[in-house]
Structures are given as C-alpha cells and as structure tokens.
C-alpha cells in the first residue's frame, strides 16, 4: 500500500489560483495511474485529472484549460480560475497500471488513497 499526503488546499476567492500537492511514499511501479479526484458535499466523487508514468494526462471537461496536472517528486494539481462549483475535498490516488489511465477518470482500480484536502472557492 502506497501511502498518500496532501497539501496545498484552502480557501480563496473565485478567479484565485491554489497548488495541490500530493507526496506518495516509496513505490516500484513501472507503470502506473495518478490522478486527482473530488467530492463536494452532497455530490459523488469525481474525477479531476489523471496522469500515467509516460506522462499522458486526461482532465474533465470542467478542469480542460484551467487545471494542469504533473508529476515530478510529488504528484501535483494546479488550479487556476477557480469556481465556486470546485468547492470540494481533493484526493489523490494511485494504481499499479497505466493502462487507460489516459482514457478514463474512472476511481475503480484505485488502491491507494490520500486523506483529502479541502479546496474553498468563494464568489
């Protein structure tokens, strides 16, 4: 089991920016799928963005052009003009393939998760 930590999230005002941060234990996947997931209050959880170990990257049509994903040392979420309506806990997951990792934003096959971070976007 990877272990998962984010940081990054708060609270700010609509059209701010936050960086989300995601520090993963020591794994040895050659291949696998990150990726960014959200659940506001109320809602289902769903997925943000996911990036694979060949850097391919998939978003939702509501973080297309103003969220970018990217994995360095830690897996990380930069949003930009943010909404209200992206009010939510932010969590990062981790599986052990990549395989259409580019192509759904599907949590199933998961198998690590973060605690959450909660992101507060006020109009």
């Known amino acids: 089991q990877v272990q998962l930590v984010e940081s990054g999230g708060g609270s700010v005002q609509a059209g701010g920016s936050l960086k989300l941060s995601c520090a993963a234990s020591?794994?040895?996947?050659?291949?696998?799928?990150m990726g960014w997931f959200r659940q506001a209050q109320g809602k289902e959880r769903e997925g943000v963005a996911t990036?694979?170990?060949?850097g391919h990257v998939l978003y939702s049509d509501s973080a297309k052009g103003r969220f970018t994903i990217s994995k360095d040392d830690a897996l990380s979420l930069q949003m930009s003009d943010l909404k209200p309506e992206d009010t939510a806990i932010y969590t990062c997951?981790?599986?052990?393939?990549?395989?259409?990792?580019?192509?759904?934003?599907?949590?199933?096959?998961?198998?690590?998760w973060g605690q959450g971070t909660q992101v507060t976007v006020s109009s």
């Open positions: 990036i694979d170990s060949a």
């Open positions: 997951a981790i599986r052990n393939y990549g395989l259409l990792c580019a192509a759904s934003l599907s949590s199933t096959y998961f198998g690590s």
């Open positions: 020591t794994y040895t996947y050659r291949s696998y799928c």
